[in-house]
Every structure is written in C-alpha cells, then in structure tokens.
T-cell receptor
Framework: AQTVTQSQPEMSVQEAETVTLSCTYDTSESNYYLFWYKQPPSRQMILVIRQEAYKQQNATENRFSVNFQKAAKSFSLKISDSQLGDTAMYFCAFMRDSNYQLIWGAGTKLIIKP | GAVVSQHPSRVICKSGTSVKIECRSLDFQATTMFWYRQFPKQSLMLMATSNEGSKATYEQGVEKDKFLINHASLTLSTLTVTSAHPEDSSFYIC??????????????FGPGTRLLVL
C-alpha cells in the first residue's frame, strides 16, 4: 500500500525567506502523480504544484518549486520569497493513475512571520 | 477562479434530520468525484468515490446507508447525511477529477461544508 510521510508538523520562517517542506512516499507503482496542496484558514484546498512521475524535470510554479527524487521517493516543496499569504497547512499527496485516489500526508503547518 | 462549487457552505440541523450537500464541477465534466471528511487539525479522510451513472464505492468503515451518494450527471454529485447525529458534525469536502489546460489528471476541491448537528 502507498504511504505518504511529512515529517515536519510545523515550520515557521520570516517573510521573504525561503522554506523547504519535506515529503517522502512509498510505492511499488511505476506511474503516478505527486501533488502539493495548500489549505489556508478558510479551509479551501488549493492546488499548489503537481509532478508526473515519468517526468525528470522538476515542476515549478512561480515562487514554488519541487525537488523530485524518484529513486529516493522524495518530493520536497520549496517556497521562495515567502509571503504572509503563504501561511497555511500544506499537504503532500500521491495519486495512482489506476483509480485517481489521493493518498495524503499528515500535513505541515507553515507560519510566515512578518 | 473556482472550478468546483459546494453548497451549502455551512449548515446547522437537528439530530435525526437529513442534510444534502451538493458538489458541482464548473466548466468541466467530472466522471469521478470524491467525498472527504476532515477532522480538526487532521488530513482528509476519503469517505467514498462517486462515479457518474454507477453506485459509489465506499471506504472501509463508512456506512453507505448513512452517507448516501448520488452522481446523476457529469457535473453534479450529492452527499446526503441521513438521520444525522452530533457525531456526524464535521467538515465535508468534495473534489472532482479533471484535466484542465491540458495538464495531468488532478483533483480539484470544493470549498467544503461545515455541518453542525445539534
């Protein structure tokens, strides 16, 4: 069975700093997708970034980028020039391409301090 | 803009009544929708997978007679909490599987429904 592990329950950084959130996963599948979702206090789940396992190039979306290490089964999220609006819970998730269900990590609470 | 809507956003009901929550995909057809429950400070717990035109698939431990799911069209799935009790109070979130802007399959989430059963 697939599992997703986020080892950092909470992180706190100053505004404008760079922060990296860790995520590891376990699977025997060869084709899958990985996601980072953000859940701010409003509780709306927002897609931050996604990565297809067959792509070697790391995904980037403006200030957000990932370090995808397939052999190590690691999928970390880097937030550059952090902003107050980045304060939220961040969830790492794994999706099989067979049933499209998401397997979730426990989440990391990120606090950006002014 | 939002790609999945969910209604109502908040509902308070008396114990023993039934509550229906609607989940709609906007601007795309979703053959598969998912229903989750989220407890405070926890991750999402998948309750069931809803496929258009067929019966929902429930996760282990979720009572299908209590949480009725209907996926009557490619843009609408409903979750009905029947004979609600205080322990059903929670935050319910739906998602729709879609492929937008030529990207990979992704789940897009509704804003959630906060249910309080008195």
């Amino acid at each position: 069975a697939q599992t997703v592990t986020q080892s950092q329950p909470e992180m706190s950084v100053q505004e404008a700093e760079t922060v990296t959130l860790s995520c590891t996963y376990d699977t025997s599948e060869s084709n899958y997708y990985l996601f980072w979702y953000k859940q701010p206090p409003s509780r709306q789940m927002i897609l931050v970034i996604r990565q297809e396992a067959y792509k070697q190039q790391n995904a980037t979306e403006n200030r957000f980028s990932v370090n995808f290490q397939k052999a190590a089964k690691s999928f970390s999220l880097k937030i550059s020039d952090s902003q107050l609006g980045d304060t939220a819970m961040y969830f790492c998730a794994f999706m099989r391409d067979s049933n499209y269900q998401l397997i979730w990590g426990a989440g990391t609470k990120l606090i950006i301090k002014p | 803009g939002a790609v999945v809507s969910q209604h109502p956003s908040r509902v308070i009901c008396k114990s023993g009544t039934s509550v229906k929550i609607e989940c709609r995909s906007l601007d795309f057809q979703a053959t598969t929708m998912f229903w989750y429950r989220q407890f405070p400070k926890q991750s999402l717990m998948l309750m069931a997978t809803s496929n258009e035109g067929s019966k929902a698939t429930y996760e282990q431990g979720v009572e299908k007679d209590k949480f009725l799911i209907n996926h009557a069209s490619l843009t609408l799935s409903t979750l009905t909490v029947t004979s609600a009790h205080p322990e059903d109070s929670s935050f319910y979130i739906c998602s729709a599987r879609g492929r937008l802007a030529g990207g990979p399959e992704t789940q897009y989430f509704g804003p959630g429904t906060r249910l309080l059963v008195l």
